[in-house]
């Protein structure tokens, strides 16, 4: 019997078009206005829907966003940019320079509390910052910015047209209009968030039709709807890497990856609390956490540690700033030698009739941060330090963080590719205005974080981040403590998936936008 011509079998090595893509969300986006971001997650989403000025390469570098080609003065206080006259938004108006001004803008202005991409706009000058014309846009600065470029990756674009009427604030948490590939169809707060690919996108469009965000907190929820197809795609936990990437029949249809990003764990301590305000204190908890023990045990090699605010492959990091060491009874000596004695034979030190009891938020349904906890609670339990931890729906953690309505957390951080750590070290960064959710105030800091901003010269620069470093690590304003690898499971149907030196596979260009769904599943 003769066989049809379409029944000829697809090249699986040529991408193909269509098909939906089953993304995770660790946590719920906060919002869809990318100006008022809070978290990698509200960012992972909005990439989808609006396009920066300039896009992150696979090495970290710019490339071509919105806009095509740009000038910076050789002062380095204006940047000029061209923009793509074919850009258009998902509602099909064009994208002008007075849309960048708008979202500028928008962004400093002390109202909108842009909590996250503010701080790299600081020293923005509205009055140098115009549109020359339709597609040119001149964005002027009062002061150098050393790592300024870079910045330009956050500023996603909104369109003036839309975003200026209603309520800024509150009316496109669950909407929103935007110039990157994908449109909106709808969020189910909690629960999912559908994208559509634009057929009218004015640049090259990616493979992926759809694209259907999942919240799934629980990761062993995720790891089981990895194995059934319920999604494409999941970090994994050390305990998931370690033993089953290997495991041949699972291989026939995952595809598994470890590398490290520009991410970092930390416990960052409330600055305006009466206890861990001190930095003798901090310093003291810090010596309860048993790095190696983690590294070794809960991750089983695949972390290192972190010594203060830049990852080890950055170049600002400072390589003789020495781990803090796991010594628990010099922990307690420092405790007693600050008045903290335990006077009433509890088992818990005091001081003015005061037990030494600590709260600390963490993710609920987080496996290894719920494991980090009870150790470090263990460990500050012998030295007559009781630390109470509270799970907490991670939206709702970083509220109250933000609020700063907390003694300890245990969160991370992702680093920038150039690191300026102005919006969470500098004193005037202290919320609503930045991220310094520490309440950290330190002179000596803030002129390091200045000279840094401002220093073009890549050595000097260098230079002052690692005395920055030093001094961050003497203070232990948080309690750094690993750099976890990343490790992601994908179901084999994804393909052209890579990662990038540092992000890893998303928010660079073309990251996500180059993966694309097989048709057929792949030979057994």
């Not at 960048?100 to 803008?105: P, S």
């Amino acid at each position: 019997m003769q066989r049809a011509a379409a029944d000829t079998a697809v090249d699986e090595n040529t991408p193909q078009e269509g098909g939906t893509l089953l993304r995770r969300l660790e946590t719920d986006v906060s919002t869809l206005n990318p100006v008022l971001a809070t978290s990698r997650y509200d960012r992972l989403v909005e990439n989808y829907i609006f396009s920066p000025l300039i896009y992150i390469d696979a090495n970290l570098q710019p490339t071509a966003g919105l806009a095509e080609k740009w000038e910076i003065s050789p002062d380095g206080k204006l940047y000029t940019f061209h923009l793509s006259p074919k850009a258009t938004f998902s509602d099909g108006v064009p994208l002008r320079a007075s849309d960048v001004i708008f979202t500028l803008h928008k962004l400093v202005d002390p109202k909108t509390e842009a909590p996250q991409i503010a701080g790299g706009f600081e020293q923005l000058d509205l009055a140098t910052t115009r549109a020359v014309d339709d597609h040119t846009v001149a964005i002027g600065f009062k002061e150098v910015f050393a790592s300024q470029l870079s910045r330009f990756n956050e500023l996603l674009i909104v369109p003036e047209h839309v975003y200026s009427k209603g309520d800024f604030r509150n009316d496109f948490v669950s909407q929103a209009i935007g110039s990157g590939p994908y449109r909106m169809v709808r969020r189910v707060p909690g629960k999912e968030i559908l994208l559509e690919r634009r057929d009218d996108y004015w640049t090259r469009k990616p493979y992926i039709k759809t694209v259907l965000f999942k919240v799934v907190v629980e990761n062993a929820t995720a790891w089981n709807a990895l194995q059934k197809g319920e999604l494409d795609e999941t970090p994994v936990s050390s305990d998931i890497w370690l033993n089953e990437s290997n495991n041949v029949q699972l291989k026939k249809k995952l595809d598994f990856r470890r590398f490290y990003t520009l991410s970092y764990n930390y416990i960052p301590w409330n600055g305006r609390d009466p206890i861990v305000g001190d930095k003798r204190v901090r310093r003291a908890l810090s010596m309860c956490v048993d790095l190696k023990s983690l590294i070794n045990n809960l991750y089983h090699g695949t972390a290192r540690a972190m010594t203060g605010p830049f990852t080890p492959d950055s170049w600002a990091y400072n390589p003789e700033v020495p781990v803090v060491e796991f010594n628990p009874l010099e922990a307690r000596r420092i405790l007693n030698s600050l008045g903290w004695l335990d006077t009433d034979g509890d088992g818990i030190l005091d001081k003015a009739k005061k037990p030494l009891r600590l709260e600390m938020l963490v993710i609920a349904g987080s496996g290894p941060t719920m494991i980090f906890a009870q150790l470090f609670q263990s460990e500050l339990k012998k030295i007559g330090v009781q630390l109470n931890v509270l799970p907490l729906d991670p939206s709702v953690l970083i509220q109250r963080v933000l609020a700063g309505n907390y003694q300890a957390a245990y969160i991370g951080w992702d680093q920038d590719p150039d690191p300026d750590p102005y919006n969470i070290f500098h004193s005037s960064q202290i919320p609503p205005h930045g991220q310094n959710f520490i309440y950290y105030a330190n002179p000596q800091a803030d002129r390091l974080i200045e000279a840094g901003r401002r220093e073009l010269d890549h050595g000097k620069r260098q230079a002052i981040y690692r005395e920055l470093h030093a001094l961050l690590a003497e203070d232990q304003p948080y309690t750094w403590t690993i750099q976890v690898s990343s490790k992601w499971a994908s179901t084999r149907r994804v393909r052209g998936v890579r990662e990038s030196n540092g992000y890893g596979l998303f928010l660079w260009y073309p990251g996500e936008f180059d993966w694309w769904i097989a048709q057929q599943p792949p030979p057994r």
